[in-house]
């Protein structure tokens, strides 16, 4: 007796749709890792940069004690130069050293006018013994605060989920409009600037 072989073409068009099906929900999984990867990665980046940021206001308000008046200024410029270095390094950015540079003087430039002029009054005060001294380290405190977590959203804003890599804008000036909206929006500095 001989039996007729029938919907074998059936069976394997079903296999195949369970197999490509099968593949598809291993993509997925693994793009869903991938992606809890990604911002798990994202918020170190995040940690060691608030991080990077209390230890250089640490820095900034100890230089902003300095009685000497005016001395202070030229002590905190690299302070915040330098975090601004190793937030870059936290969030993986290797960036060109003149591209760097011109970064740096650009967000360093926005804040250049609250500085000058907290840097004025604070030198001033830094005549009369204690008082100037204190006034100076939490006005260099707040700054150096406000300028890290100002660039911080920067950082956080041009982050690109899908590929865990931060892509700033090409054009620096760019770079610092957006800085510039950040910094002047935190409450600390409205403060500063009344």
């Known amino acids: 007796m001989e039996v007729p072989i029938e ?5 394997v068009d ?23 990867n990604i911002q798990a990665r994202k918020q170190a980046m995040i940690d ?5 940021i209390h230890v250089a206001s640490g ?4 230089a902003g004690l300095i009685p000497i008046p005016f001395s ?6 690299p302070i915040q130069a330098g975090m601004i270095y190793k937030m870059n390094d936290a969030f993986g950015m290797d960036l060109d050293k003149s591209v760097a540079a011109s970064l740096i003087t650009g967000l360093l430039g926005v804040t250049a006018v609250a500085q000058v002029g907290r840097t004025l009054v604070n030198g001033f005060l830094k005549f009369i013994p ?40 090409d054009e620096v000036g760019m770079i610092t409009s957006l800085f510039k909206e950040n910094y002047l929006n935190l409450d600390t500095i409205k403060k500063l600037t009344q």
């Open 130 to 169: 204690v008082v100037g001294s204190v006034a100076g380290g939490t006005t260099a405190v707040i700054i150096t605060e406000g300028i890290g977590f100002a660039y911080l959203k920067v950082l956080e804003k041009c982050f690109n989920d899908e590929t865990g890599e931060v892509n700033l804008p």
């Open 59 to 62: 820095a900034a308000g100890a």
């Open 7 to 11: 919907g074998l073409e059936e069976l």
């Open 14 to 36: 079903e296999t195949k749709k369970c197999l490509i099906e099968a593949k598809k929900n291993k993509q997925n999984h693994f793009l869903l890792i991938q992606k809890a």
């Open 72 to 77: 202070d200024a030229l002590a905190i410029a």
């Open 48 to 52: 060691e940069s608030k991080t990077i």
